[in-house]
């Protein structure tokens, strides 16, 4: 398997305009993470799905966030309108389903998001 | 609510030193436990995880890490650093498997040479 694919690796846009970013997860994994890494904030898990439904999205911070999870290997998280302070490298990760002993995350590349 | 907690988010070793990494965790219920590291302009790799059984888990490029219950600490420590080892890592907790997992703060570890 490739592991967990992200798409675009960088992106930059202006204030105000829609950004998409893509995920596909590794095949046969149930589970799918969205976080976003910032330096005055860390790691921080925006959102997660199990077997293509959201389970808790009690971190996406604002309704300018939304994701979706339309099959087993896709995923967007999508910023309607972006703002600067969204500037952030956004990973994907996904896993298979606890109580497996192979309960690790795997995580993608990362999408480098600016807005200028 | 889970919780972990990284002592330190800059430690500078040199080269040929102990590696030593703290993370304390908080769980209700008994936690997965794992290390990642990050390199520049890359995602997280697992170093190594706990998750039954020997308290003591060994991960790669030498590094390992032991689960102390009584402590609820998860320390990494790596006996003689190398300048590839220069990166930030992560210590995380779960419950019952990966599917929410926390992060710590990250601890970024500088090798001098």
């Known amino acids: 398997d490739a592991g967990v694919i992200q798409s675009p690796r960088h992106e930059v846009t202006e204030m105000g305009q829609e950004v998409t970013l893509r995920c596909k997860p590794i095949?046969?994994?149930?589970?799918l993470f969205w976080y976003r890494q910032t330096m005055m904030r860390g790691l921080e898990l925006l959102i997660y799905?199990?077997?293509?439904?959201?389970?808790?999205d009690s971190g996406m911070p604002e309704d300018r966030f939304s994701a979706k999870m339309p099959n087993a290997s896709f995923s967007t998280l999508k910023i309607q309108p972006s703002e600067p302070r969204d500037s952030a490298v956004y990973f994907c990760?996904?896993?298979?389903?606890?109580?497996?002993?192979?309960?690790?995350?795997?995580f993608g590349q990362g999408t480098r998001l600016t807005v200028v | 609510a889970q919780s972990v907690t990284q002592l330190g988010s800059h430690v500078s070793v040199s080269e040929g030193a102990l590696v030593l990494l703290r993370c304390n965790y908080s769980?209700?219920?008994?936690?997965?436990l794992f290390w990642y590291v990050q390199y520049p302009n890359q995602g997280l790799q697992l170093l190594l995880k706990?998750?039954?059984?020997?308290?003591l888990v060994k991960g790669i490029n030498g590094f390992e890490a032991e689960f102390k219950k009584s402590e609820t600490s998860f320390h990494l420590t790596k006996p003689s650093a190398h300048m590839s080892d220069a990166a930030e890592y992560f210590c995380a907790v779960s419950d019952t498997g990966g599917f929410k997992t926390i992060f710590g703060a990250g601890t970024r570890l500088f090798v001098k040479a």
């Open positions: 769980s209700s219920v008994p936690p997965y």
């Open positions: 095949s046969g994994h149930d589970y």
């Open positions: 990760a996904s896993s298979l389903v606890p109580g497996s002993m192979n309960t690790e995350a795997f």
């Open positions: 799905f199990n077997n293509n439904v959201p389970i808790d």
């Open positions: 706990y998750t039954t059984g020997a308290t």
